[in-house]
């Protein structure tokens, strides 16, 4: 039986009376249908992105068995050059969705010289502090490794701040041989609060792809800001 067919029959069982069915050739009618047709496929396709984003915010919480559903993300990133002209950065997802209304830019105020772990203490103290203003996020990534870990964990502590699940992303050099050959390439680690050893997702994970998102967003805009800065600087000589 055809699809047509299929489809009459249905109509008019749900309508209760029989049901003509018409294709347009041509005119308001055909664009009509066509578009209709464009409609119902953006919509299958937005429920399918959808169903894979809530996928992948699952599998990212039982991975790194997180307290909280990942619906807020923030990742915090450093940018300066021997400290000069040194900027912070916060991007914000929203159920694995970029929100660029909740990004934010900090000007560096307290730290002379190049010392990344004590902008990223000024960056995150000053985010912290504003959660009234701003509800915090449930996870809180930092780019960096261990130590840049530690910043994050200590400044939640100090100011009394507990619910928020933390980890690190950082790309670091790992050293291996092959048939007598010295092999060096760069994997990406993530840390955990009170885990020694970082977990490694494979390349194609979903998982690390969007946590590698959220890092490059974060560095891209503190790059961005810290360009804009020292070029008012240089003008300003």
């Known amino acids: 039986m055809s699809e047509e067919r299929l489809l009459k029959i249905y109509l008019e069982e749900k309508k209760k009376k029989p049901v003509k069915l018409t294709t347009p050739k041509s005119g308001e009618k055909k664009a009509l249908v066509e578009m209709a047709t464009e409609n119902a496929k953006e919509a299958t396709i ?99 490794g261990r130590g840049q870990l530690s910043i994050a964990l200590q400044v939640l502590k100090e100011l009394e701040v507990e619910g928020v699940d933390v980890i690190a992303l950082a790309k670091e050099k790992t050293i291996s041989s092959f048939q007598g050959k010295r092999i060096e390439k760069l994997q990406e680690r993530v840390y955990l609060p009170g885990q020694k050893n970082p977990i490694v997702f494979s390349e194609n994970s979903p998982v690390l792809h969007l946590l590698q998102r959220l890092r490059d967003e974060a560095h891209r805009f503190a790059i961005t800001y810290h360009r804009k800065l020292r070029s008012k600087e240089f003008l300003a000589r």
Do not use: W
């Open 46 to 144: 937005g429920k399918n992105l959808e169903q894979k984003s809530i996928a992948v915010l699952e599998e990212l919480q039982k991975r790194l068995h997180l307290k909280n559903d990942p619906h807020r993300m923030e990742c915090f990133d450093i940018s300066n050059i021997q400290g000069e002209a040194a900027v912070g950065s916060r991007v914000t997802f929203i159920e694995g969705e970029p929100d660029k209304a909740l990004y934010r830019r900090y000007k560096i105020k307290t730290v002379e010289g190049p010392n990344d772990y004590a902008m990223m203490m000024e960056v995150l103290s000053r985010r912290v502090k504003g959660k009234e203003e701003d509800a915090l996020p449930d996870l809180l990534m930092v780019d960096g």
